[in-house]
């Protein structure tokens, strides 16, 4: 299974147990709330703000580490020798 969400909230005792733990939608309901399932199973109705998208892993490759951020110089607009 897919769990692309992590439940962000911790603001009182209940939520902070279930805060940074994967989840996924299983349903959409009114008002902003949404029923969601933990990788464990756990079924919660929760606010869709609650979530945020987990954050991909970047392939070593396309990592931009060790990778100069020095802009180069830009050259001339207009040449110097004009006719």
Request: hydrophobic share 30%; glycine share 6%.
């Amino acid at each position: 299974m897919n769990y692309p969400y992590i439940y962000y909230w911790g603001n009182n005792e209940k939520r902070l147990t279930l805060k940074n733990r994967k989840c996924r939608i299983l349903k959409v309901g009114k008002k902003n709330t949404i029923m969601i399932e933990f990788e464990n199973g756990d079924k919660e109705f929760v606010s869709r703000r609650a979530l945020r998208h987990k954050k991909p892993r970047l392939h070593p490759i396309c990592s931009t580490k060790g990778v100069s951020s020095s802009v180069p110089e830009p050259g001339p607009l207009f040449s110097e020798e004009r006719a």
